[in-house]
């Protein structure tokens, strides 16, 4: 099951053509990732201060179907999957609300877990382990 993150798009969010501009779409997933981990009992804090440990993005798409500007309430849906024992991908659909709803983007990015000072991939972290493992 996906986790579900509700916003208002906000007038930062927009460029000059009142729209939102296409990296906060990225911005926007990227809250809605962290929600999720903290849902899933992660410590933020915690987590992204670990010295031991950096979990990049390493790679990302994104398909922007429909023009969100401010003051529109969306949805953002939050799919984790294991992709191997180091590394993760995430696909978000954001959502307008309506009604009726419209689908406005399909973003994925993945993510590859390394040693922070080696540089090399290493094992998942137990909390990341353990939110990939939800029921989904």
């Not at 993150?5 to 009142?18: E, K, P």
């Not at 995430?90 to 406005?104: D, F, H």
């Amino acid at each position: 099951m996906a986790f579900l993150y509700h916003r208002t798009i906000h007038f930062g969010d927009t460029d000059a053509a009142g729209v939102v501009f296409f990296a906060n779409t990225l911005a926007i997933c990227h809250e809605a990732y962290e929600e999720s981990l903290i849902a899933a009992g992660v410590e933020l804090q915690a987590f992204f201060s670990a010295q031991s440990v950096i979990v990049p993005i390493a790679r990302t798409e994104a398909d922007y179907l429909r023009p969100l500007a401010a003051g529109e309430k969306i949805r953002v849906s939050v799919v984790p999957t294991l992709v191997s024992e180091n590394s993760y991908a995430v696909r978000y659909e954001i959502t307008k609300l309506g009604p009726p709803e419209k689908l406005a983007a399909r973003v994925r990015t993945e993510h590859v877990c390394l040693d922070a000072v080696a540089r090399r991939r290493r094992p998942l972290p137990p909390p990341l382990a353990a939110w990939l493992a939800l029921p989904g």
